[in-house]
């Protein structure tokens, strides 16, 4: 009678193969957290710089001058910001915000920051604009 062989163990390519499957599947696996990690590190980045321009946007009219033509700049941790004030200009459609200005006496002023982090040639910007009012008799310069 011929002896039967069993099987009671791993090929050394069935190993090879596992092995394999295993290496590319732990990979796939750091790849994703690791943009993850970028992701996570850039949307910090972002809401910093976000946080940053509202207080900066905050302190204008009272401790930063809310004039035609005033422009700095300053630094708030990782974060450089750069403020410019000049008159609105507005677009042909807005002609409108500027005619109910002059009639109810006010002046409509652009506020333009711009907020940078890093250094090159990973350096970010990101501007925030807005419109603010004031007086037309509060002695624009």
């Known amino acids: 009678m011929p002896s039967r062989r069993t099987g009671r163990g ?5 190993l090879l193969l596992a092995f394999v499957v295993f290496t590319l599947s732990f990979a796939t696996i ?77 002046v409509l002023l652009q506020v333009d920051l711009s907020i940078s982090w890093g250094k090159p040639p990973r350096e970010q910007t990101r501007r925030f604009s807005t419109v603010r009012a004031v007086l037309a008799n509060d002695g624009l310069q």
Do not use: C, K
Request: no cysteine; glycine share 8%.
């Open 10 to 14: 791993f090929t050394l390519l069935e």
């Open 30 to 106: 750091l790849e994703i957290l690791s943009g993850s990690m970028r992701n996570t590190v850039r949307a910090r980045h972002y809401s910093e710089a976000a946080l940053t321009a509202q207080s900066v946007m905050d302190q204008i009219g009272t401790e930063i001058p809310l004039q035609s033509g005033f422009s700095s700049y300053g630094e708030a941790g990782d974060y450089e910001w750069e403020l410019e004030v000049f008159e609105y200009m507005p677009t042909g459609v807005d002609m409108r915000s500027i005619e109910l200005a002059q009639l109810t006496g006010i």
